[in-house]
């Protein structure tokens, strides 16, 4: 099978999935994202000389195909010139997702979070958690320190997804404590889904109507134990909120898991909230450890809304595949080996705590790609196997000695800056003050 024919079948692929995109979208959207699996970047310029090597055209042709679909419609020649309106592919995307789940399965949990690109972008994102990975469904590109509110931004994306999600499923929406909102809350709630969002623990709740408000604190439970119960949050009357509270804490970790959510007390377990770093991961993915959008020279954020959504369909794609290759690994070498087999003495009896991942799904999958692809074989057909929800927190691992250096130096640094502009500041009200006297 020649490039050209693998290339024309995943772009059928992407043109069944997204039928908003009209025929030349899909294409150019399929040169993005094939591009990126397999030069391991985003970057127009290297995406562009492998396309042009593998389809053997021009690269100054491919480039400009690819330069044009990131454009709006305002910055193409002619009258007729149409953009891709990344908005209208949320629902199809998150569908899209789904179709990969396996037929019993009917449950799935989404994370809402914000990262950053320098001090260009913030960009808000909602993406489904799976083994371990983050793939975005539906996002939104600002200009870094956008003065105003997200609520609406974070509305409108909710929104997007709406009924793209069988009734009668059970949808986890998971956030930080940086984005508890009342109405966040209430937003998940009228789509039908369940919020689990982390709160502060310098908070206020009580058990009943007659009862005075306490500290949560007080409900913290001993190590490795949860605390779930239905209680009235806050104590300001226009924050109030009945709700499900569940307070977990377990060894090695900075501080108590405090949960908020609509399910009852005996539906939760607080060690859900470990998928919810998943997107964190996810964000690295998009960045430094997947497609490299951390070198991006864009300035546009409504550019880098459609290249998101390229970044977006290769990040399915790869995490499809590598997880359907993690569902059935090799059979280790050593196995094979006697007992008494050095190999078998130092790997030790196999009934100790399991081991993490060695790769994740999405670069197994793009690995995979490329194998198929150097041995000329198809490419293999992916589907995602999500893992069973975790019901106990397990204690966090011990840093190295090298990770709690790292992290001295950075508390170090973070107190350099925090004096630097202690001084400023000072400096700056010392300045007024001067001034204000001479003007007297």
Known sequence: MTCSNRLSQWSEEVSRHLPQLNRPQARVLALWSFGMVF????????ISALVALLLDVPEGHVRQRLREW????ADKKGGKRREVQVGDCFGPLLRWVLEHWPQGERRVALALDATTLGQRFTVLAISVLVRGCAIPVAWKVLPYNQKGSWQPHWEGLLEALRGSI???????????????APWLYQKIVALGWHPFLRINLAAKARLDEHSPFVWIKQWIPPMGEQWAGQVECFAQKKSRLWCTLVVCQQQGYEQPWVI???????????????????????FKDFKRGGWGW??????????????????????????????AAEMHPPTPAR???????VARVRAGSGHGQERGRELSCLTRGRLRLLAAVLKDEPLPQGWLEPQPWATTLPPARQP???AKLKAQKRLKQRERHRLKRRRHKAAHRKGKGKGKKQAA
């Open 39 to 46: 030069a391991h970047a985003c970057g127009i310029t290297q």
């Open 70 to 73: 990131l454009s709006g419609a």
């Open 166 to 180: 069988p009734a009668e499923w059970e949808v986890l929406g998971l956030a930080d404590r940086g984005l508890y």
């Open 260 to 282: 908020v959510t609509d399910l009852l007390p005996h539906e939760v377990q607080g060690a859900w909230y470990r998928m919810r770093y998943w997107i964190e991961g996810g």
């Open 294 to 323: 951390h070198h991006t020279k864009m300035l546009d954020a409504e550019r880098a809304e459609r290249l998101w959504l390229a970044m977006a369909v290769a990040t399915l794609w790869t995490v499809a595949v590598g997880g």
């Open 335 to 341: 196995k094979e080996l006697p007992p008494t087999h």
């Open 400 to 402: 190295s000695a090298a």
